[in-house]
T-cell receptor, first 109, second 116 residues
Framework: DAKTTQPNSMESNEEEPVHLPCNHS???????IHWYRQLPSQGPEYVIH?????VNNRMASLAIAEDRKSSTLILHRATLRDAAVYYC??????????WGAGTKLIIKP | KAGVTQTPRYLIKTRGQQVTLSCSPI?????VSWYQQTPGQGLQFLFE???????NKGNFPGRFSGRQFSNSRSEMNVSTLELGDSALYLC???????????????FGPGTRLTVT
């Protein structure tokens, strides 16, 4: 199974952009890249997903490397409410999400 | 529209007992997946149901089972509970999972199971 590698934790200042990296060197051509986040005491929340092209939505942007072996989740202006564990996940056509340990994002006021 | 609901939210059971957890997906969603989350193992996939059929299964023993009803509501059952089954059990629903597509999943708040 294709797996992802993320830093254990990252810190950022409030109202600054945050770039969360993810490596997925064994990704296959049909694997979608998903990002979810989990706030304390809540279930995970969908953030964004993509296959090959960069994607934008109201929450974040997803930049996917040309070889698809890595991607970066971009929060354009972090707030305290963005403090969470962010998961970079691959989803294959067998519909299974493969979760890693995630990155704990700490936002400093 | 209403989100994914899970009942009960908290549960305490003793070793050897069995437990049934319930999940009601978002209206119109036909795919329901179950996950186990523990501090040591993180989020682990249990199984996924679509149109009352188990379509995918993770690496869990047969004590863990599930089913989906015609209204897409799903239940999971754990028999002969062990201390290691203490975890947060999460349910997630999706609109559909057509081949070549990849729809986002919406998670419920989870059921916190404690086995003593």
């Amino acid at each position: 199974d294709a797996k992802t590698t993320q830093p254990n934790s990252m810190e950022s200042n409030e109202e600054e952009p945050v770039h969360l990296p993810c490596n997925h060197s064994t990704i296959s051509g049909t694997d979608y890249i998903h990002w979810y986040r989990q706030l304390p005491s809540q279930g995970p929340e969908y953030v964004i997903h993509g296959l090959t092209s960069n994607v934008n939505n109201r929450m974040a942007s997803l930049a996917i490397a040309e070889d698809r072996k890595s991607s970066t989740l971009i929060l354009h202006r972090a707030t305290l409410r963005d403090a969470a564990v962010y998961y970079c996940i691959l989803r294959d056509v067998a519909y299974q999400l493969i979760w890693g340990a995630g990155t704990k994002l700490i936002i400093k006021p | 529209k209403a989100g994914v609901t899970q009942t009960p939210r908290y549960l305490i059971k003793t070793r050897g007992q069995q437990v049934t957890l319930s999940c009601s997906p978002i209206s119109g969603h036909r795919s329901v997946s179950w996950y186990q989350q523990t501090p040591g193992q993180g989020l682990q996939f249990l199984f996924e149901y679509f149109s009352e059929t188990q379509r995918n299964k993770g690496n869990f023993p047969g004590r863990f089972s599930g089913r989906q009803f015609s209204n897409s509501r799903s239940e999971m059952n754990v028999s002969t509970l062990e201390l290691g089954d203490s975890a947060l059990y999460l349910c997630a629903s999706s609109f559909t999972l057509s081949r070549g597509q990849s729809y986002e999943q919406y998670f419920g708040p989870g059921t916190r199971l404690t086995v003593t």
